[in-house]
């Protein structure tokens, strides 16, 4: 089982950009926001929404717009801070 899991790690690895990889992260992350208020799952960052929850710190919200800002402008940006912003912003949400 844990060999499959590292060959298709790997498969991913190399046929997906970082880019594309967040892009699909950030589209993830805020479709499970709309559809848990009932508003279309179309990916649309949900900025007010996100920064008006008490349990997330207004500097995660900040952080998650720079790296947004930078995967949209093609700048460098570290994908496993990323990954671990959403999952700790995910818990701060449900």
Do not use: Y
């Amino acid at each position: 089982m844990t060999a499959f899991v590292d060959m298709s790690g790997d498969f991913f690895a190399s046929t997906l950009t970082p880019a594309a990889a967040a892009g699909r992260m950030l589209t993830n992350f805020f479709n499970a926001i709309r559809r848990r208020l009932g508003a279309s799952e179309d990916g649309t960052p949900m900025w007010e929404w996100l920064s008006s929850q008490a349990t997330v710190p207004l500097s995660d919200v900040a952080e998650l717009r720079q790296l947004q800002s930078q995967i949209q402008s093609g700048r460098r940006f570290n994908l496993i801070r990323l990954q671990n912003l959403l999952s700790r912003l995910q818990g701060k949400i449900t």
